[in-house]
């Protein structure tokens, strides 16, 4: 169906920004996913700072779940425009960068 096949483009777009995010901030050391359903474990470095990275995601304008202490969750629309999608990755960015900011200067 179009759905599916707009869920399969979605999930690879959705796992590659994310795996560039972390790359960029080495925030994740692993990112699961189910459908559009992911899951970002949080590397050695951010352990335990998933509730925080939601927290700045919320302030950024973007929902996002935790999954324990070390799992950011990310659970969007099976139908989510690549508009919608851009932004809200650009948010979870912006929100992770100003953690790595905080962190580099305490």
């Keep these: 169906s179009v759905v599916l096949v707009g869920v399969q483009v979605r999930q690879l777009e959705f796992r590659n920004r994310l795996e560039i995010i972390g790359h960029q901030y080495g925030c994740f050391k692993e990112i699961r996913w189910l459908g559009v359903l992911l899951g970002c474990v949080m590397s050695d470095s951010w352990a335990g700072k998933a509730g925080e990275v939601m927290k700045a995601a919320h302030d950024e304008g973007v929902m996002v779940l935790v999954a324990g202490p070390d799992v950011l969750r990310l659970a969007p629309s099976l139908v989510i425009t690549e508009e919608e999608m ?7 960015e912006r929100a992770i960068g100003k953690l790595a900011s905080q962190s580099k200067a305490a």
Excluded: E, K, N, V
Aim: glycine share 14%; no cysteine.
């Design 86 to 92: 851009t932004q809200g990755l650009d948010a979870l």
